[in-house]
Nanobody, 119 residues
């Protein structure tokens, strides 16, 4: 029922910026956690940034100072502003959401959006 939909992935040169957006649908409840993971070719999916309903932020060390996560809690959307992009940021970026529903923790994933940073 709950779905996450990402947008904003693109091809950009090193040093450039992108803004990713994700919207959750199918629930009127505030997502306990929303954020972003990414997966590069040949690597495992890794956390990029999360922002909880308690307003707690978590960033991967590799993106601290360059990426900023924001949420609209009422609309259940989450954005990722990515600045000073590096080729190593190239990955498929997945929106991530956690919802406490029906007495248990549910995890949701978006379909992914490709970010490619050229040198």
């Amino acid at each position: 029922q709950v779905q996450l939909a990402e947008s904003g992935g693109d091809l950009v040169q090193a040093g450039g910026s992108l803004r990713l957006s994700c919207a959750a649908s199918g629930t009127v409840r505030i997502m306990n956690v929303m954020g972003w993971y990414r997966q590069s070719a040949g690597k495992e999916r890794e956390l990029v940034a999360t922002l909880s309903s308690a307003r707690s932020r978590n960033y991967a060390d590799s993106v601290k100072g360059r990426f900023t996560i924001t949420r609209d809690y009422g609309k259940n959307t989450v954005d990722l502003q990515m600045n000073s992009l590096k080729p190593e940021d190239t990955a498929v970026y997945y929106c991530y959401g956690v919802l406490a529903s029906y007495g248990e923790r549910q995890v949701f994933w978006g379909q992914g959006t490709q970010v490619t940073v050229s040198s």
